[in-house]
Structures are given as C-alpha cells and as structure tokens.
C-alpha cells in the first residue's frame, strides 16, 4: 500500500493518494447530512489549501498559506487572511 508522506520539522503526514483535508471534510459533510457551503474552516499551512477551497467560506493566517502569499486562482470560496494576534 503506497502512501503520500508529508515531512515538516513539527510534522509528519500520511495519507492515502488522493486524500486530503478536503476529502474528510466531504465525508464528514455527507453523515451529518450538511452542503460544505454551509462549512467555515480556518487553515494555516498548504496541507489546507484543499479545504480552504472546498469551504463555504475560509480563512487562512497572513503569510502561513500559499492562499495568502499569492493571488488565489479559484472562483470560489471566499478566502480571507487573518492577522496573527499575541
């Protein structure tokens, strides 16, 4: 079984090809009987750009996404960038 595996310095991933944070969160839509336009997420790396872009609305943290750092190329969801706060 071949897997997709994510390194970080704080993290490590693996995941089935083809699965992301996109695909669970359709799943999770379908047994609650929700639509993913009535979903908000909240991001902070690349590994959520796939669920950014599935949300009803999204927000992902200044200069942690790739979202945030260049000029988004899909039509929707609204993705909005959040400032850090201390």
């Known amino acids: 079984m071949a897997f997709n595996v994510n390194l970080r310095p704080y993290n490590v991933e693996f995941l ?4 992301n944070k996109a695909t669970g969160l359709k799943h999770v839509c379908e047994a ?4 993913l336009a009535e979903v908000v997420s909240f991001g902070d790396a690349n590994n959520d750009v796939e669920m950014l872009q599935a949300s009803g609305v999204s927000y992902a943290m200044v200069g942690r ?3 945030t750092t ?3 190329v899909f039509k929707a969801p609204l ?8």
Not at 32 to 35: D, E, I
Not at 79 to 86: G, M
């Open 16 to 19: 089935m090809p083809g699965s």
């Open 32 to 35: 609650l009987g929700v639509s």
């Open 65 to 67: 996404c790739s979202l």
């Open 70 to 72: 260049s000029k988004p």
């Open 79 to 86: 993705v909005s960038a959040l400032e850090p706060t201390t």
